[in-house]
């Protein structure tokens, strides 16, 4: 069974205070690893997609990395704005996802 | 309107109700999921629509009854829930269904008296 494990569970960064988050997995045939950002009352927002270990993605402060067994989302100097749960999730061979219970990030200004 | 609309936000049931969740999705994909919310757990799979056909069912229980008139359209029949089925239920839309770039509704949030 596929399985997606996100640490920290919850993370309070000064604005401007770098750091990553963590998305562990394990998984049959790893076809893509995604990234989402919800905001509270809402919906999860697509941010990126992993294929294959080495890849890097960059949106604004965000940037997301892959290895063979983990990705990492980096926040380059926080903004309040940048406050949200980040979510991972891990598609597998035959194209089942699996989420984790995300990272719930808060920016103090 | 744009994206992937829910209606309703909010909705209180007792036990015995029957209520319906609606969705719409405005981009033109093709595949339709249900997903469920619960505090302190992983989203969770409950229906995939691929071209109107169900093409996943992750072992929900009979009380909760999809429906998929279109490409478009999405409903969640609900009757005599329980108050464990309180959650955020989640609608979301692909290009296909194969799990790849979902787009999500803002979600129902339910609580079931």
């Known amino acids: 069974e596929d399985q997606v494990t996100q640490s920290p569970e919850a993370l309070r960064l000064q604005e401007g205070e770098s750091s990553s988050l963590n998305c562990s997995y394990t998984?049959?045939?790893?076809?893509?690893l995604f990234w989402y950002r919800q905001d509270p009352g809402k919906g999860p927002e697509f941010l990126f997609t992993?294929?294959?270990a080495g890849e890097e993605k960059e949106k604004e402060r965000l940037k997301a990395t892959l290895t063979k067994k983990e990705s990492f989302l980096h926040i380059t100097a926080p903004k309040p704005e940048d406050s949200a749960t980040y979510l991972c999730?891990?598609?597998?061979?035959?194209?089942?996802?699996?989420f984790g219970k995300g990272n719930q990030v808060v920016v103090i200004p | 309107e744009t994206g992937v609309t829910q209606t309703p936000r909010h909705l209180v049931m007792g036990m015995t109700n029957k209520k319906s969740l609606k969705c719409e999705q405005h981009?033109?994909?093709?595949?339709m999921y249900w997903y469920k919310q619960s505090a302190k757990k992983p989203l969770e799979l409950m229906f995939v629509?691929?071209?109107?056909?169900?093409?996943e069912n992750n072992s929900v229980p009979s009380r909760f009854s999809p429906e998929c008139p279109n490409s478009s359209h999405l409903f969640l029949h609900l009757h005599t829930l329980q108050p464990e089925d309180s959650a955020l239920y989640l609608c979301?839309?692909?290009?296909?269904?194969?799990?790849?770039?979902?787009?999500f509704g803002s979600g129902t949030q339910l609580s079931v008296l």
């Open positions: 999730a891990v598609q597998d061979g035959n194209n089942r996802l699996a």
């Open positions: 992993l294929y294959s």
């Open positions: 981009l033109g994909h093709n595949a």
């Open positions: 998984v049959s045939g790893l076809r893509g």
């Open positions: 979301a839309s692909s290009q296909q269904g194969t799990n790849e770039k979902l787009f």
């Open positions: 629509y691929n071209f109107k056909e169900q093409t």
